[in-house]
């Protein structure tokens, strides 16, 4: 049985791509399980594995030696004519949105932002949001550690 949140997310990042300048999204709990994605279907899983790992990579290491937790705000990974950007989704889910060739930095960040907050209350209102709370934001985990799965997931995505 599919989680009653799963159908309202996807719509919600389809109308994202609806809404110009964004090639793909997908929607991710914070141990990399795909929710709800949008474009690129393909690529999904392998998308949201990497996502969460990048950014609680980025957590990391915003999170600095004094012992305070720290949250980055986002990832961004820009190349030729592409950007991409991870954002956290509440406490437990990742967002990554895939600008197309011609959007801004600006607009993918600010459509993600607008649309991540939309996601956390669709997730909120369910009556299924305690499935999300089994797969929390990942504890324990060194910078090392966190370096080390992404580096294996990227091998993986690779083919090595």
């Known amino acids: 049985m599919t989680a009653s ?7 919600r990042l389809e109308a994202l791509l609806e809404e110009g300048g964004i090639e793909a999204a997908v929607l991710c709990t914070a141990d990399g399980l795909a929710v709800a994605h949008a474009g690129e279907a393909g690529e ?14 980025g957590d990391a290491m915003i999170g600095g030696g004094d012992g305070e937790a720290a949250e980055c705000r986002q990832v961004v990974v820009e190349a030729d004519g592409r950007v991409m950007t991870l954002i956290h989704a509440g406490e437990n889910m990742a967002l990554a949105v895939t600008g197309a060739a011609d959007a801004t ?56």
Do not use: F, N, W
């Not at 369910?126 to 934001?137: K, L, T, V, Y």
């Open 5 to 11: 949140y799963v159908k309202p997310c996807r719509k």
């Open 44 to 57: 999904s899983e392998r998308v949201a594995a990497m996502s969460a790992s990048m950014l609680a990579l």
């Open 105 to 160: 930095l600006g607009m993918v960040l600010g459509r993600a932002r607008r649309a991540a907050d939309e996601l956390v209350a669709i997730v909120a209102e369910s009556s299924d949001a305690a499935e999300i709370e089994e797969h929390g934001q990942p504890t324990g985990a060194s910078l090392e550690e966190l370096v080390q799965r992404v580096l294996r997931e990227a091998a993986e995505a690779r083919g090595g």
